[in-house]
Structures are given as C-alpha cells and as structure tokens.
C-alpha cells in the first residue's frame, strides 16, 4: 500500500493551486472509484458553481483517459451568492472539492499502465475575473483493487459536502414575470433559505427571491428568467440550502403547483409595509436612547445641556440641532455603507462595523482616553485641547455633532423594540427605503434632545451649573471604562489574546503618549506623537482569529503519545504556556495557520499540547527529561522511535514540514 495518497502534485495556475487525489490506490477492472479536483484559491478570489448565475461560467474539465475508462459529470457541493454590483453569481471559494465517479470496463487489460490527464479550465474573479487552466495527470495501479486510506478520507469529505437527491416533490409555475416555487413531503427537520436552480436562464438570480412557510410546505418567489422565453423546460433540478449551509436537491415539475398549507411564516418582504417600518424605526431610535450601551454618551449630552440650560436659548437650540445632525449624518453614512456591501455581495446587518476587531480596539481606546480627560488626567493645549474638550465636556455646536456620532457608533450593538422588524425590512429592500427608515431611526434617536432645547419650562428646572457638574463629569468617567472593558471583552472573543495584547499596548503607548505631550521640549513632544500613532497602529493591525486554521488538540500525557504512536501515527507535542511570549509569537506565525493545518492532515500527525500556564509536576519532569527548565519545547515522534526529535525553539513553518515529511 502507498504511503502517500494518490495525489497529483498540487499546480499553482496563477491565483489557483489545483490537485487530483484518488480513493484508490490500485484499480482493477470493472469497478467504480472517485477522483477528486482540489481547488484551493487566493483570499478574496472565487470561481463559479455548475450554474454561474448571472455571469460566469462553470469549472469545466477535460479527460483524457485510457480506453476502456469513463468520466461521470462534476459532482457539485454547495454554491452561495456572490456579488458584483447589481450582478450575483453562484460561487465557490476558500477550498473546493469536486469529485467525478470514473468507470471502468472489465475488459480492460491489467498489464496496461495507467494515467488519467485531465485538463481543468475556470474562471477565478475577484475585482476582476481571469481564465486560469491546468493539466494534470495522475498515475494509478491497476490490478487488485487497494484502497488509499489518506484519499479516501479526502473523498469521502468531498462526496459528505454533496447535496443528496431528495424524493420530495416540487412544483414551478412562471406566470408573466413572477416565477414561483413550491415544494412539499421534504425531509424530516430540513427547513430551507435559499434555492438554487441547477440549470441557469429560469431564474432572474439578481432579483429579490423571497420566503414563505407553511404547515405543509415551502414556498420561493422570484422573477422568471430569460428561459422561460422560448420553450420551456419540462423540468429541472435545484439546490436547496437550510441555514446550516446544508443542502438537498429537488426535481421541480414546470406547470405544477401544490397546496403548502395555511401560512405560519409569511415571506420577509411581505411582513411588513413601507410606513409601518418607518414608524417602528422611529419608535425604536426614541426607546434607543435607554438602552444601556448608549448611556455613557447620552449622559455626557445631559451634561452638556445642564451647562447651557440657564444660558442663550439660541445656543442651546443651535447644540440641539448640531446633535440631531450628527445622528442623521451618521445613519445616513452608515446605511450608504450597508447598501454598498449589500451591493457587492456581503451578508451584513445592524452593528456589523462591531464585527471588525480593528475598530472594536479604536472605539475601545477611544472611551478610555475620552474617560481619562473626565478624570482630569490630560489637557493638551492649543487646538487639540480646544477639539478633545469640546468632544467630551463643551456644549458647542462641534461638540453636540461629535457626540451625535459618537452616540450612533456605541448604540449599534443595541436593538430596541420595534428597531428588529423594520432594520430587516430595511435591509431586504431597495436602496432609499434603507435610507428612508435609518434617517427615521436617527430622527427618533435624536428627538428627545432636539425637544429638550426647544422647550425652556423643562430647561429652567435643570441645576444651575456649579461645582455638581465637575464631579459629575468625573463620575462619568466610569461609565466610559465600562464601555471600553466591554469592547476588550469583545475583542477577545473576536482576536483571542494576541489581540487583547495588542489593544493593552495601545493603551500603554496611549497615556505614555499623553504623559509625554505633557512635558516640556520638543524631543518629549515629538516622541509622544509618535507614541500616540503606535497607540492607534496597535488595534488597527488586530485582525480576527481566523477559526479554521487554529489546531485541534489533545491535552498530552506520555501514556497518548505510546498509543498514538501505536495507532501508526507521528505526534507532534507542544509544551507552552499563556505567559511564554515565545510560544505565543510561534503560534501566531507558525503553528495557528492554514498550511500547518494542512501539513498535520496530509501526514496524519497528532497533535498534543503540554500546558505549563499552572504549575504542573508532571510537565515539569517531562521538561527536566529532555534538559530544558522552560518551555517553549517542541517535540515530534515518529511511529517507530521511542526518543522524539526536538525541534528549535524558534519555530518556522519549513522546521515543522521537514521533522513531519
């Protein structure tokens, strides 16, 4: 049997690495086996699902193969949308597994060698699409029939991802332009979003499709495609996907409709009207404003009211309004940004700017310093003490439009009632109802305040301004590093530990920053500038854990390192700490990444972890054993050797591949 898989060389075709892997080693006349093409693509790049959508064209390959052997069609896993502008395409992308069922006659002759060309031919698309080939060949055996245990697990990956032919029944009616789908008896706890047709011109891909349920069935609607112009087909396939990313396929008969029963889930578009989501948006941005995220940044509004409740009516007008316009301003930039990435394809929603750890540490660091200068802790002179005092203190018009932004970033984690209904309606609708139902969402958020300076009864009950308010302005000081707590804890779900690390830093580079800008000379300034512009590189360079490069491991102990090598299998250990900066740094350039993930599949090596953060006798003997009083240790036994080989501290990618190959 081959120790290795049966598996082309992987070939780089330009933004593509493309492979072919067998689940048999050595085929024997008259059988079936599968032949995988393994499609790995550069981040951000794609390639097109067997029906492209409204443009593109389908991965194709060409066989040539040894007479007597014969190709099936592509077997195709799951598709999603992609989006280019008005345009959507069916794509695939990341890693992508298309197997093909070869057969073979029994008249074929075992004592002929055997290759199997096959000649790959896609386009990959990014901000723009390129055609890309390659030629690959694959030997096989051929004589008794051998199993090949790495393919074969590859395989049956690759078929496990394949949606399976259901017996439910389906029906499509096209009337005019509105195509309709219904579809009944589907599979017990299998509830679909999303419906993909097989074949290309039935559908219109780039219109809205939308969803209804009922106590028997399912139903999509959408707008009919160029297809149904001529002849129409008597029948054809689709996909369907639930929200699991799993999927069926369905028959659908032309002409034939079924009864889905009474509705309990009407369609998301039909569940609600223009007006009412303008009214619960505006509901919502008044309820908004009790919300606990928004509290530390209203309060400072209120703070800024009192100081100019006694004072001009025309400035406290002129506040009022320059804060409405923050809040409008704000919503309105950012339901441009939601329509846009809508546009190009990206699944976003309320708060996704939230979703972004290098944002998540600004906001973070922001609240701190802007709770800092609460406490009194900094003025900076000049016009940067004129910018930050009015930012968090003042009562001028600049001030009130800051704080309107402010108020909108920190208030999108929070969804009032009412808000749910009428952002998804929103969301799901053309380009000026988004706009026209976040501008009312921004109306309401800002009312109460516009309200406030309008009305001079409610203003004269307020305190007179006086010392109360200097420590007020320092109490409200700790709502602001609740706030920025809060986003640590965020970031570290988000970047992990490497990411709060980086957020800390920025934090220290921070106030040393500011303790600089303090002192006199022009060196202490300089260096501080420089030491707040670290402050601000350190969480824009946060980037999120990315979860399907991090290792699956085993906790290590000398007893599973004899059975896994028992098993046939190499071992990989790795004794660190949470407090070993060494260990951290390999982890994050070598050990958490794709292509040592990759690498401990290929050569099916185990993975154990030796965890020392707490005191642990056990560990520490292991680590005396081999000489070392610290970690990082990294070991790599063979299924053969008792004594494992001990790599370098410093850990690099190509160390690990030799020790492993």
Same mark, same amino acid.
């Given at each position: 049997m081959?120790?290795?898989?049966?598996?082309?060389?992987?070939?780089?075709?330009?933004?593509?690495?493309?492979?072919?892997?067998?689940?048999?080693?050595?085929v024997?006349?008259?059988?079936?086996?599968?032949?995988?093409?393994?499609?790995r693509?550069?981040?951000?790049?794609?390639?097109?699902w067997?029906?492209?959508?409204?443009?593109?064209?389908?991965v194709?390959?060409?066989?040539?193969?040894?007479?007597?052997f014969?190709?099936?069609?592509i077997?195709?896993?799951?598709?999603?949308?992609k989006?280019?502008?008005?345009?959507?395409?069916?794509?695939?992308?990341?890693?992508?597994?298309?197997p093909?069922?070869?057969?073979?006659?029994?008249?074929?002759?075992?004592?002929?060698?055997?290759?199997?060309d096959?000649?790959?031919?896609?386009?990959?698309?990014?901000?723009?699409?390129?055609?890309?080939?390659?030629?690959?060949s694959?030997?096989?055996g051929?004589?008794?029939?051998?199993?090949?245990?790495?393919?074969?697990?590859i395989?049956?990956?690759?078929?496990a991802?394949?949606?399976?032919i259901v017996?439910?029944?389906g029906?499509?009616?096209?009337?005019?332009?509105a195509?309709t789908?219904?579809?009944?008896?589907l599979?017990?706890?299998?509830?679909?979003l999303?419906?993909?047709?097989?074949?290309?011109?039935?559908l219109?891909?780039?219109?809205?499709?939308?969803?209804t349920?009922?106590?028997?069935?399912?139903?999509?609607?959408g707008?009919?495609?160029?297809?149904?112009?001529?002849?129409?087909?008597?029948?054809?396939?689709?996909?369907?996907?639930?929200?699991?990313?799993?999927?069926v396929?369905v028959n659908?008969?032309?002409?034939?409709?079924?009864?889905?029963?009474?509705?309990?889930?009407?369609?998301?578009?039909a569940?609600?009207g223009?007006?009412?989501?303008?009214?619960g948006?505006?509901?919502?941005?008044?309820i908004?404003n009790?919300?606990?995220?928004?509290f530390?940044?209203?309060?400072?509004?209120?703070?800024?009211l009192?100081?100019?409740?006694?004072?001009?009516?025309?400035a406290t007008?002129?506040?009022?309004?320059?804060?409405?316009?923050?809040?409008?301003?704000?919503l309105?930039?950012?339901a441009?940004?939601?329509?846009?990435?809508?546009?190009?394809?990206?699944?976003?929603?309320w708060?996704?700017?939230?979703?972004?750890? @290098? /944002? %998540?540490?600004? *906001?973070? +660091?922001?609240?701190f &310093?802007? $709770?800092?200068?609460? #406490?009194?802790?900094?003025?900076?002179?000049?016009r940067?003490?004129n910018?930050?005092?009015?930012?968090?203190?003042?009562?001028g018009?600049?001030?009130?439009?800051?704080t309107?932004?402010?108020?909108?970033?920190?208030?999108?984690?929070?969804?009032a009632?009412?808000?749910?209904?009428a952002?998804?309606?929103?969301?799901?609708?053309?380009?000026?109802?988004?706009?026209a139902?976040?501008?009312a969402?921004?109306?309401?958020?800002?009312?109460?305040?516009?309200?406030?300076?309008?009305?001079?009864?409610?203003?004269a009950r307020?305190?007179?301004p006086?010392?109360?308010?200097?420590?007020?302005k320092?109490?409200?000081?700790?709502?602001?590093?609740?706030?920025?707590? @809060? /986003? %640590?804890?965020v *970031?570290? +779900?988000?970047?992990g &530990?490497? $990411?709060v690390?980086? #957020?800390?830093?920025?934090?220290?580079?921070?106030?040393?920053?500011?303790?600089l800008?303090?002192?006199?000379?022009?060196?202490?300034?300089?260096i501080?500038i420089?030491?707040?512009?670290?402050?601000?590189?350190l969480?824009?360079?946060?980037?999120a854990?990315?979860?399907?490069?991090?290792?699956?491991?085993?906790?290590?102990?000398?007893?599973?390192?004899?059975?896994?090598?028992?098993?046939?299998?190499?071992?990989?250990?790795?004794?660190t700490?949470?407090?070993?900066?060494?260990?951290?740094?390999n982890?994050?350039?070598?050990?958490?990444?794709?292509?040592?993930?990759a690498?401990?599949?290929?050569?099916?090596?185990?993975?154990?972890?030796?965890?020392?953060?707490?005191?642990d006798?056990?560990?520490?003997?292991?680590?005396?054993?081999? $000489?070392?009083?610290?970690?990082?240790?990294?070991?790599?036994y063979?299924?053969?050797?008792?004594?494992?080989?001990?790599?370098?501290?410093?850990?690099?990618y190509?160390?690990?591949?030799?020790a492993l190959?």
């Amino acid at each position: 049997m081959s120790v290795f898989a049966r598996e082309t060389l992987p070939l780089d075709t330009g933004r593509t690495e493309i492979s072919l892997i067998s689940d048999y080693d050595t085929v024997a006349p008259g059988q079936d086996f599968t032949v995988v093409l393994r499609m790995r693509f550069d981040p951000d790049w794609y390639t097109y699902w067997r029906n492209p959508g409204d443009s593109g064209e389908p991965v194709m390959i060409r066989w040539d193969l040894p007479e007597g052997f014969t190709a099936g069609d592509i077997q195709w896993p799951v598709p999603h949308i992609k989006w280019t502008g008005p345009i959507a395409s069916y794509a695939l992308d990341e890693e992508v597994l298309l197997p093909v069922t070869i057969s073979i006659a029994d008249t074929v002759d075992p004592s002929v060698p055997v290759t199997l060309d096959a000649h790959a031919l896609f386009l990959v698309c990014a901000d723009v699409c390129v055609p890309e080939d390659g030629k690959l060949s694959l030997v096989m055996g051929l004589g008794e029939a051998e199993i090949d245990p790495e393919g074969s697990d590859i395989i049956q990956v690759a078929q496990a991802a394949i949606p399976k032919i259901v017996s439910a029944k389906g029906g499509v009616v096209s009337q005019g332009e509105a195509l309709t789908f219904d579809l009944i008896e589907l599979p017990a706890g299998f509830e679909p979003l999303e419906i993909y047709p097989n074949v290309r011109p039935v559908l219109a891909h780039s219109e809205p499709v939308t969803r209804t349920l009922g106590e028997d069935g399912f139903r999509f609607s959408g707008t009919s495609g160029y297809g149904w112009e001529d002849v129409a087909p008597e029948s054809f396939a689709a996909t369907l996907v639930d929200a699991d990313g799993e999927g069926v396929v369905v028959n659908f008969a032309v002409g034939e409709s079924f009864n889905i029963g009474p509705v309990t889930q009407p369609s998301a578009q039909a569940s609600i009207g223009f007006f009412a989501a303008v009214i619960g948006a505006f509901i919502g941005g008044l309820i908004l404003n009790l919300m606990p995220c928004v509290f530390p940044i209203i309060s400072l509004k209120a703070l800024s009211l009192a100081k100019t409740a006694h004072g001009e009516r025309s400035a406290t007008r002129r506040a009022g309004w320059a804060y409405t316009t923050g809040v409008l301003v704000s919503l309105a930039v950012f339901a441009l940004v939601l329509i846009g990435l809508k546009a190009a394809g990206t699944s976003v929603g309320w708060g996704f700017q939230l979703q972004s750890p @290098w /944002l %998540v540490g600004l *906001l973070a +660091l922001l609240l701190f &310093a802007i $709770g800092l200068n609460l #406490l009194g802790v900094y003025e900076i002179g000049g016009r940067l003490q004129n910018i930050g005092n009015d930012t968090v203190s003042k009562s001028g018009p600049f001030s009130s439009f800051l704080t309107g932004v402010l108020a909108v970033i920190v208030a999108t984690p929070c969804t009032a009632p009412f808000m749910a209904g009428a952002v998804g309606y929103a969301l799901a609708s053309s380009a000026f109802i988004t706009l026209a139902v976040f501008l009312a969402l921004g109306l309401g958020f800002a009312l109460p305040f516009l309200l406030v300076a309008y009305m001079p009864g409610l203003l004269a009950r307020l305190p007179k301004p006086g010392t109360w308010m200097d420590t007020f302005k320092q109490f409200l000081a700790f709502p602001m590093f609740a706030a920025a707590i @809060w /986003l %640590v804890w965020v *970031l570290s +779900l988000q970047a992990g &530990a490497g $990411g709060v690390l980086k #957020l800390l830093l920025g934090g220290l580079a921070l106030t040393f920053g500011i303790w600089l800008l303090r002192r006199k000379g022009n060196v202490a300034k300089l260096i501080g500038i420089l030491a707040l512009g670290l402050s601000i590189y350190l969480p824009v360079s946060v980037r999120a854990v990315d979860g399907e490069a991090v290792l699956s491991s085993q906790a290590w102990s000398a007893d599973r390192v004899a059975n896994l090598q028992a098993e046939g299998r190499p071992v990989f250990v790795d004794f660190t700490a949470a407090w070993c900066v060494t260990c951290k740094v390999n982890e994050g350039l070598v050990l958490n990444t794709r292509k040592t993930k990759a690498l401990l599949e290929r050569t099916d090596t185990a993975f154990l972890v030796a965890d020392w953060t707490n005191k642990d006798d056990v560990i520490a003997a292991e680590l005396k054993r081999f $000489g070392r009083a610290g970690v990082p240790l990294y070991l790599v036994y063979t299924p053969d050797s008792a004594d494992p080989e001990i790599l370098p501290q410093i850990l690099t990618y190509d160390i690990l591949k030799e020790a492993l190959e």
